[in-house]
């Protein structure tokens, strides 16, 4: 009889395992995922190499890469095929995401046109290194244009003036021309971004003196107009020192009388002057 019951005790929990078993598999096949728990990422498209402002973007020039799903980037590009054949308004820099807002609408090309607002307009002038303020005249600084010629006054005197002020750089770098004889050779070329009024200006003074570019702090966007600046201010021609006479003694110097100190004060809102 004891061990009848034993045996019975023992399938009775040998059973009640076998439910609580199942109950627990079930329990956890059924059990949705907590999401964030493993973050796979999300496809995006980012630069396989240094990409130039105005670039023509082709297949080669993109990638695909899992990008963290809680850190993705506004206005990020997934397909590639959204980004060829487009063009780009600002310079990516290798492994970094392309977005909508670096690139150009669909059908509008590539090169500089795209890089500057409709009513601009692109124009280069020849310059040197001094023009160019050593070197550091790149894409995206901005300029004024000092111009100094004579007058078509007739005057002799050589000016200096402001022309145009906060100008956009769009490009800087060198080009090929002929010299007189010529011979190719290689010359500097600053590109600026000008209103048609100012694209005339800059033209005219670059045929008829000598322009000088000066860097300006990018956030210094205020104009500020000036009356230029000619050979008698510069060198203070117009005040001329007195002239001694010659041949005769000096005049006799009268004696001076001694000077009076006056001293000036107020009391209660009353003023009063002390003579000494």
Do not use: C
Not at 5 to 27: D, H, I, Q, S, T
Not at 152 to 174: D, H, K, M, R, W
Not at 222 to 241: H, K, N, V, Y
Request: glycine share 10%.
């Amino acid at each position: 009889m004891t061990r009848q019951r034993l045996l019975l005790v023992l399938a009775l929990a040998l059973g009640a395992a076998a439910v609580a078993a199942f109950a627990a598999f079930r329990y956890s096949s059924q059990r949705p995922v907590v999401a964030g728990t493993r973050d796979t990422g999300t496809q995006i498209v980012v630069a396989a190499r240094n990409l130039p402002v105005g670039h023509f973007l082709a297949e080669t020039d993109l990638q695909v890469i899992r990008w963290p799903s809680t850190a993705l980037p506004a206005g990020f590009v997934a397909l590639p095929s959204s980004a060829v054949g487009r063009g780009l308004i600002t310079a990516v820099r290798m492994n970094s995401p392309i977005l909508e807002a670096d690139l150009a609408e669909r059908g509008s090309g590539a090169g500089m046109p795209i890089i500057f607002p409709e009513g601009m307009r692109a124009v280069s002038v020849r310059v040197d290194e001094i023009v160019g303020v050593a070197g550091f005249v790149v894409p995206r600084t901005r300029v004024d244009v000092l111009l100094t010629m004579q007058p078509p006054t007739g005057s002799e005197q050589t000016y200096t003036q402001i022309i145009l002020q906060n100008l956009v750089v769009l490009a800087a770098g060198q080009a090929v021309q002929k010299n007189e004889k010529g011979e190719p050779m290689m010359v500097g070329v600053v590109t600026l971004m000008v209103t048609p009024e100012q694209g005339e200006k800059l033209v005219l003074a670059s045929a008829r003196g000598k322009i000088q570019l000066a860097l300006r702090n990018m956030v210094d966007v205020d104009e500020i107009r000036t009356a230029g600046i000619g050979d008698a201010r510069l060198l203070d021609l117009g005040r001329q020192p007195a002239a001694r006479p010659t041949g005769s003694a000096p005049a006799p110097r009268a004696r001076a009388t001694p000077e009076r100190t006056v001293i000036e004060t107020y009391k209660g809102g009353v003023r009063s002057l002390q003579r000494f």
